[in-house]
Protein backbone atom coordinates (compact mmCIF):
# COMPACT_ATOMS: atom_id res chain seq x y z
CA UNK A 1 0.00 0.00 0.00
CA UNK A 2 3.15 2.17 0.44
CA UNK A 3 6.07 2.81 -1.46
CA UNK A 4 8.46 0.62 0.33
CA UNK A 5 6.47 -2.51 -1.04
CA UNK A 6 8.08 -4.39 -3.68
CA UNK A 7 6.20 -4.46 -7.35
CA UNK A 8 5.52 -7.68 -6.36
CA UNK A 9 3.96 -7.07 -3.68
CA UNK A 10 1.39 -4.91 -5.60
CA UNK A 11 -2.13 -5.59 -7.25
CA UNK A 12 -2.92 -2.29 -8.56
CA UNK A 13 -1.62 1.23 -8.01
CA UNK A 14 -3.69 4.34 -8.60
CA UNK A 15 -2.16 7.17 -9.33
CA UNK A 16 -3.46 11.04 -9.26
CA UNK A 17 -6.74 10.73 -9.59
CA UNK A 18 -9.16 13.14 -10.23
CA UNK A 19 -13.09 12.94 -10.60
CA UNK A 20 -14.94 16.21 -11.47
CA UNK A 21 -18.60 16.13 -12.02
CA UNK A 22 -21.02 19.23 -13.36
CA UNK A 23 -18.32 21.28 -12.15
CA UNK A 24 -17.56 19.85 -8.51
CA UNK A 25 -14.72 17.97 -7.99
CA UNK A 26 -15.27 14.75 -6.28
CA UNK A 27 -12.22 13.10 -5.74
CA UNK A 28 -9.06 15.33 -5.56
CA UNK A 29 -5.26 13.52 -6.47
CA UNK A 30 -5.99 10.20 -5.09
CA UNK A 31 -3.04 7.98 -5.40
CA UNK A 32 -2.66 4.38 -3.27
CA UNK A 33 -1.62 0.82 -3.83
CA UNK A 34 -3.57 -2.10 -3.55
CA UNK A 35 -1.12 -5.12 -1.98
CA UNK A 36 -1.63 -8.48 -3.76
CA UNK A 37 -3.22 -10.86 -1.01
CA UNK A 38 -4.20 -8.21 1.42
CA UNK A 39 -7.90 -7.06 2.39
CA UNK A 40 -8.09 -3.41 2.39
CA UNK A 41 -10.69 -1.03 4.01
CA UNK A 42 -12.15 1.83 2.19
CA UNK A 43 -13.28 3.61 5.39
CA UNK A 44 -15.06 7.68 5.47
CA UNK A 45 -17.74 9.38 6.05
CA UNK A 46 -20.95 9.29 4.13
CA UNK A 47 -20.22 10.83 1.01
CA UNK A 48 -16.34 10.81 1.40
CA UNK A 49 -15.60 9.26 -1.81
CA UNK A 50 -15.36 5.50 -0.93
CA UNK A 51 -18.00 4.49 -3.55
CA UNK A 52 -16.47 6.81 -6.04
CA UNK A 53 -13.32 5.26 -5.70
CA UNK A 54 -14.06 1.41 -5.71
CA UNK A 55 -16.09 2.10 -8.58
CA UNK A 56 -12.92 4.17 -10.15
CA UNK A 57 -10.97 1.24 -9.59
CA UNK A 58 -12.98 -1.03 -11.04
CA UNK A 59 -13.30 0.46 -13.84
CA UNK A 60 -17.00 1.48 -13.63
CA UNK A 61 -16.00 4.86 -13.97
CA UNK A 62 -13.47 6.70 -16.15
CA UNK A 63 -11.43 8.94 -14.38
CA UNK A 64 -11.24 12.57 -15.38
CA UNK A 65 -7.44 12.44 -14.96
CA UNK A 66 -4.54 9.83 -13.54
CA UNK A 67 -3.92 6.31 -14.01
CA UNK A 68 -4.93 2.97 -12.41
CA UNK A 69 -2.94 0.15 -13.49
CA UNK A 70 -4.17 -3.57 -12.31
CA UNK A 71 -5.70 -6.60 -13.36
CA UNK A 72 -7.68 -7.13 -16.69
CA UNK A 73 -11.72 -6.45 -16.00
CA UNK A 74 -12.07 -10.27 -16.55
CA UNK A 75 -10.06 -10.71 -13.50
CA UNK A 76 -12.21 -8.43 -11.33
CA UNK A 77 -15.34 -8.94 -9.90
CA UNK A 78 -17.72 -6.47 -7.50
CA UNK A 79 -20.39 -7.06 -4.91
CA UNK A 80 -22.65 -3.84 -4.56
CA UNK A 81 -24.09 -3.06 -1.85
CA UNK A 82 -27.72 -3.39 -3.39
CA UNK A 83 -26.84 -6.57 -5.68
CA UNK A 84 -28.34 -6.55 -9.27
CA UNK A 85 -29.89 -9.44 -9.48
CA UNK A 86 -31.64 -11.45 -12.76
CA UNK A 87 -34.98 -12.37 -13.34
CA UNK A 88 -33.81 -16.17 -13.14
CA UNK A 89 -34.06 -19.05 -10.55
CA UNK A 90 -31.48 -18.83 -7.87
CA UNK A 91 -29.62 -21.48 -9.35
CA UNK A 92 -29.99 -20.02 -12.85
CA UNK A 93 -28.68 -16.96 -11.37
CA UNK A 94 -25.61 -18.19 -10.49
CA UNK A 95 -25.40 -20.20 -13.62
CA UNK A 96 -25.83 -16.73 -14.96
CA UNK A 97 -22.68 -15.40 -12.96
CA UNK A 98 -20.44 -18.23 -13.53
CA UNK A 99 -21.20 -19.82 -16.99
CA UNK A 100 -18.00 -21.99 -16.21
CA UNK A 101 -19.27 -23.87 -13.72
CA UNK A 102 -20.83 -27.74 -13.17
CA UNK A 103 -24.49 -28.37 -11.75
CA UNK A 104 -22.33 -30.17 -9.02
CA UNK A 105 -19.99 -26.82 -8.26
CA UNK A 106 -23.01 -24.67 -8.95
CA UNK A 107 -25.25 -26.94 -5.89
CA UNK A 108 -21.79 -27.06 -3.33
CA UNK A 109 -21.74 -23.08 -3.84
CA UNK A 110 -25.26 -23.18 -2.93
CA UNK A 111 -24.72 -25.50 0.16
CA UNK A 112 -22.13 -23.79 1.73
CA UNK A 113 -24.34 -20.34 1.20
CA UNK A 114 -27.28 -22.42 2.59
CA UNK A 115 -29.61 -22.25 0.05
CA UNK A 116 -29.36 -25.30 -1.72
CA UNK A 117 -33.16 -25.80 -1.09
CA UNK A 118 -33.84 -22.14 -2.73
CA UNK A 119 -32.28 -23.36 -5.77
CA UNK A 120 -35.30 -22.88 -7.63
CA UNK A 121 -36.72 -20.27 -6.50
CA UNK A 122 -36.75 -17.20 -8.15
CA UNK A 123 -33.83 -14.86 -7.44
CA UNK A 124 -35.66 -11.98 -7.16
CA UNK A 125 -38.10 -13.52 -4.59
CA UNK A 126 -35.17 -13.91 -2.08
CA UNK A 127 -34.64 -12.39 0.91
CA UNK A 128 -32.08 -9.35 1.00
CA UNK A 129 -29.54 -11.48 2.58
CA UNK A 130 -30.24 -13.97 0.28
CA UNK A 131 -29.60 -11.96 -2.63
CA UNK A 132 -26.42 -10.31 -0.88
CA UNK A 133 -24.94 -14.41 -0.47
CA UNK A 134 -26.07 -14.95 -3.46
CA UNK A 135 -24.36 -11.91 -5.71
CA UNK A 136 -20.86 -12.69 -2.74
CA UNK A 137 -20.75 -16.77 -3.84
CA UNK A 138 -21.37 -15.95 -7.34
CA UNK A 139 -18.36 -13.45 -7.00
CA UNK A 140 -16.32 -15.68 -5.15
CA UNK A 141 -16.70 -18.82 -7.42
CA UNK A 142 -15.44 -17.02 -10.44
CA UNK A 143 -11.71 -16.78 -8.68
CA UNK A 144 -11.06 -13.00 -9.31
CA UNK A 145 -7.59 -12.08 -8.60
CA UNK A 146 -9.16 -8.88 -7.04
CA UNK A 147 -12.59 -8.97 -5.35
CA UNK A 148 -14.52 -5.45 -4.31
CA UNK A 149 -17.06 -4.83 -1.86
CA UNK A 150 -19.65 -2.15 -1.17
CA UNK A 151 -20.91 -2.33 2.13
CA UNK A 152 -21.67 -6.18 1.80
CA UNK A 153 -22.79 -6.05 5.08
CA UNK A 154 -25.53 -3.06 5.30
CA UNK A 155 -28.44 -4.12 6.72
CA UNK A 156 -27.68 -7.75 6.92
CA UNK A 157 -29.15 -9.46 9.84
CA UNK A 158 -25.95 -11.18 12.44
CA UNK A 159 -26.14 -14.78 10.28
CA UNK A 160 -25.97 -12.95 7.00
CA UNK A 161 -22.98 -10.98 8.23
CA UNK A 162 -20.82 -13.77 9.74
CA UNK A 163 -21.41 -15.56 6.55
CA UNK A 164 -20.20 -12.68 4.64
CA UNK A 165 -17.29 -12.39 6.96
CA UNK A 166 -16.44 -16.29 6.74
CA UNK A 167 -16.59 -16.50 3.37
CA UNK A 168 -14.45 -13.34 2.61
CA UNK A 169 -11.79 -14.49 5.36
CA UNK A 170 -11.35 -17.71 3.22
CA UNK A 171 -11.09 -16.07 0.03
CA UNK A 172 -8.14 -14.57 2.00
CA UNK A 173 -7.05 -17.31 3.08
CA UNK A 174 -6.71 -18.79 -0.12
CA UNK A 175 -4.82 -15.67 -2.04
CA UNK A 176 -7.37 -13.49 -3.23
CA UNK A 177 -7.03 -9.58 -2.66
CA UNK A 178 -10.09 -7.89 -1.53
CA UNK A 179 -11.01 -3.87 -0.95
CA UNK A 180 -14.46 -2.92 0.83
CA UNK A 181 -15.81 -0.58 2.36
CA UNK A 182 -17.73 -0.80 5.94
CA UNK A 183 -19.42 1.57 8.56
CA UNK A 184 -18.55 -1.34 11.23
CA UNK A 185 -15.79 0.01 12.31
CA UNK A 186 -15.47 -3.73 14.91
CA UNK A 187 -15.72 -6.01 11.34
CA UNK A 188 -13.13 -3.33 9.68
CA UNK A 189 -11.17 -4.18 12.41
CA UNK A 190 -11.71 -7.73 12.13
CA UNK A 191 -10.94 -8.35 8.73
CA UNK A 192 -9.24 -5.22 7.90
CA UNK A 193 -4.99 -5.17 6.85
CA UNK A 194 -4.67 -2.04 5.52
CA UNK A 195 -6.65 0.98 5.30
CA UNK A 196 -7.05 4.20 3.03
CA UNK A 197 -9.40 7.08 4.83
CA UNK A 198 -11.02 9.14 2.45
CA UNK A 199 -12.62 12.50 3.50
CA UNK A 200 -14.28 14.63 1.03
CA UNK A 201 -12.71 13.01 -1.52
CA UNK A 202 -9.04 13.25 -0.63
CA UNK A 203 -7.17 10.07 0.58
CA UNK A 204 -5.81 11.60 3.79
CA UNK A 205 -4.09 8.31 5.42
CA UNK A 206 -2.58 4.98 4.89
CA UNK A 207 -1.89 2.74 7.24
CA UNK A 208 -1.89 -0.83 8.53
CA UNK A 209 -5.25 -1.41 10.16
CA UNK A 210 -3.79 -2.47 13.13
CA UNK A 211 -1.94 1.30 13.35
CA UNK A 212 -4.75 3.11 12.17
CA UNK A 213 -6.76 1.81 14.52
CA UNK A 214 -5.30 1.82 17.78
CA UNK A 215 -2.89 5.42 16.23
CA UNK A 216 -3.83 7.01 13.75
CA UNK A 217 -1.38 9.75 12.56
CA UNK A 218 -4.11 12.20 10.93
CA UNK A 219 -6.19 14.60 13.20
CA UNK A 220 -9.37 13.84 10.70
CA UNK A 221 -8.43 9.86 11.24
CA UNK A 222 -8.61 10.85 15.05
CA UNK A 223 -11.99 12.52 14.64
CA UNK A 224 -13.51 9.84 12.15
CA UNK A 225 -12.68 6.86 14.65
CA UNK A 226 -14.18 8.68 17.43
CA UNK A 227 -17.79 8.50 15.43
CA UNK A 228 -17.18 5.36 14.04
Given amino acids: MTSDHSSADIIMTARDLILRRDGVTLLESVSAQIRRGSITLLLGHNGAGKTLLMNCLHGLITCDAGTINGPSLACQKMVFQKPVITRRTTVGHLRFLCPQLDAAARHDWLRRAEMDRRADAPARMLSGGEQQKLALIGALAAGPDILFLDEPTAHLDFAAT ?67
Avoid: C, W
Fill in 162 to 228: KFVETMVREAHEQGMTIVMTSHNRAQAERLGEDVLLLDGGRLVETAPADRFFSAPSHPLAKQYLDHL
